[in-house]
């Protein structure tokens, strides 16, 4: 019995570093990620995308593995007063924190701890960030201590990076795009043939992967959300004994966009 159940869980809004699809646009990303974390020359490094490409998953999937090659922070809400971001410095270090001091005293006493230790920060949402924190951001990766990888949306980087600040700084500019068809049928089969469930990835063809593709748009997020209604479905179907929905069909599709919003009655 195919074990519909189970395969929900893959497309649950989580990490399971283990696994990285390598999408084309992703693929090119973490290349340029493995090759630039870590190195001081490069202290300020961009991901821009449309919400919901999977900027938030190469971030988490590239700082687990950067902590096993040095320090490594990922705060997945930007900040919004730098004794946060301080505060996350000093428990990295075990260095008891007083909220108290002057930001001199903590430029002071982190440059001391890290010294040695180059730090790469992995910052989510960092479209939030206003412009005053951002010139600390720079201000920090001014002393070759620490590397910034700030993930945000498409056209909020794009007038970041025109900013007189920005033009003339060193850094990497790294865009994410959508899923084609093909890519999404080879997530689908890849995925579910490497956690043994076979028989559910042989269900899909480049048909449904090409309905999946019209209707989340190539969008990584809406493509997950799709595929965890899809399965929810099929398991209901199979419990029940409903044959006609037993496999996959265009009425199951459609019921799948339906249940998530993507089209209307």
């Given at each position: ?12 809004d989580?990490?399971d570093p ?7 646009s992703?693929?090119?990303a ?6 630039s ?13 449309d919400?919901g ?13 950067a ?13 919004f ?22 930001q ?17 920060i ?8 206003n ?9 920090l ?14 056209d909020e ?17 790294i ?24 028989e ?5 063809t ?12 190539g ?17 209901y ?16 599709l ?12």
């Amino acid at each position: 019995m195919r074990d519909f159940e189970a395969a929900k869980e893959f497309f649950k809004d989580t990490v399971d570093p283990s696994f990285y699809f390598d999408s084309m646009s992703a693929e090119i990303a973490r290349n340029k990620l493995s090759i630039s974390i870590g190195d001081p020359l490069i202290p300020l490094i961009f991901i821009m995308g449309d919400p919901g490409v999977g900027k938030s998953h190469i971030m988490r999937v590239m700082h687990y593995s950067a902590m096993r090659n040095g320090a490594s922070i990922l705060i997945e809400h930007p900040f919004f007063d730098p004794r946060d971001l301080f505060k996350e410095l000093y428990e990295a270090r075990e260095m008891p924190f007083d909220k108290n001091k002057s930001q001199g005293e903590f430029l002071d006493e982190l440059f001391e701890a890290y010294v040695g230790t180059f730090c790469t920060i992995f910052i989510d949402e960092a479209q939030l960030l206003n412009d005053e924190q951002f010139e600390f951001l720079r201000i920090l990766s001014d002393t070759k201590l620490f590397q910034f990888v700030l993930a945000m949306h498409k056209d909020e980087g794009r007038a970041l990076l025109a900013k007189k600040q920005f033009k003339t700084r060193t850094k990497l500019v790294i865009e994410y795009g959508n899923l084609e068809e093909n890519e999404i049928l080879r997530y689908i089969h890849t995925l579910f043939m490497g956690h043994t469930h076979g028989e559910i990835a042989l269900m899909f063809t480049k048909n449904e992967a090409r309905v999946i593709a019209r209707y989340a748009k190539g969008n990584f997020r809406m493509i997950k959300k799709f595929l965890y209604t899809l399965m929810k479905l099929l398991d209901y179907a199979q419990k029940k004994g409903l044959s006609k929905y037993r496999k996959l069909n265009s009425c199951l599709l459609t019921m799948a966009a339906l249940d998530i919003g993507l089209i209307h009655d």
